[in-house]
């Protein structure tokens, strides 16, 4: 006689589960960064060992949400494909937020007490130099969660629109005599 349990399926995730795991990664993702944030400035090693366990719930997420959207997608109408759809992209991004914070804390606690603004030892110069290069990719990632989120609530993309800031000069000069221009016409 087997003593094998028999595992019962577990339900398919609901459109409505799957953007409330997605809700629920985001706040672990700002839980994520708040403690790294909290275990830099305390020297607290052991608080920065709580990242892990933030990115591993996201990895978590990360599988049952995508294992969710390719169940449900097919099966649901237009509009909540779109959410579907955003939903995987922006656990791609949350995910990948996770990898970079747990990159920055094993940075952060490789380097140890060693944080010290004079202390110039190579190897410590390294640990910051990556931590900081984390910390910035990690920001480039909620970036463009953001964008996806405003991609999603209005139906357009502003991810390869130029801002002011990003123009040249002479392009901002052009765009400045065009307006003229038109106002004068």
Same mark, same amino acid.
């Given at each position: 006689?087997?003593?094998?349990?028999?595992?019962?399926?577990? #339900?398919?995730?609901?459109?409505?589960?799957?953007?409330?795991?997605?809700?629920?990664?985001?706040?672990?993702?700002?839980?994520? +960064?708040?403690?790294?944030?909290? @275990?830099?400035?305390?020297?607290? /090693?052991?608080?920065?060992?709580?990242?892990?366990?933030?990115?591993?719930?996201?990895?978590?997420?990360?599988? $049952?949400?995508?294992?969710?959207?390719?169940?449900?997608?097919?099966?649901? #109408?237009?509009?909540?494909?779109?959410?579907?759809?955003?939903?995987?992209?922006? /656990?791609? @991004?949350?995910?990948?937020?996770?990898?970079?914070?747990?990159?920055?804390?094993?940075?952060?606690?490789? +380097?140890?007490?060693?944080?010290?603004?004079?202390?110039?030892?190579?190897?410590?110069?390294?640990?910051?130099?990556?931590?900081?290069?984390?910390?910035?990719?990690? @920001?480039?990632?909620?970036?463009?969660?953001?964008?996806?989120?405003?991609?999603?609530?209005?139906?357009?993309?502003?991810?390869?629109?130029?801002?002011?800031?990003?123009? #040249?000069?002479?392009?901002?000069?052009?765009?400045?005599?065009?307006?003229?221009?038109?106002?004068? $016409?």
């Amino acid at each position: 006689m087997s003593t094998a349990s028999v595992k019962t399926p577990s #339900p398919e995730p609901s459109r409505s589960g799957l953007v409330r795991r997605t809700v629920e990664a985001c706040e672990l993702a700002r839980e994520a +960064a708040a403690i790294a944030a909290e @275990g830099i400035a305390t020297g607290s /090693m052991s608080r920065l060992n709580d990242i892990r366990k933030c990115e591993k719930e996201l990895d978590a997420i990360d599988v $049952e949400v995508d294992s969710g959207v390719t169940s449900t997608i097919t099966s649901v #109408p237009e509009a909540e494909t779109r959410q579907l759809l955003a939903c995987m992209k922006v /656990m791609i @991004g949350l995910e990948r937020i996770g990898d970079l914070l747990l990159s920055f804390a094993t940075s952060a606690q490789a +380097a140890g007490g060693r944080l010290d603004p004079e202390n110039v030892a190579h190897h410590s110069s390294l640990q910051v130099i990556f931590m900081t290069q984390s910390l910035e990719r990690a @920001g480039d990632h909620a970036k463009n969660l953001a964008e996806e989120v405003c991609h999603f609530v209005s139906g357009r993309s502003i991810r390869h629109q130029l801002m002011a800031y990003d123009k #040249p000069k002479e392009q901002m000069f052009i765009d400045w005599l065009r307006h003229k221009e038109e106002k004068s $016409e």
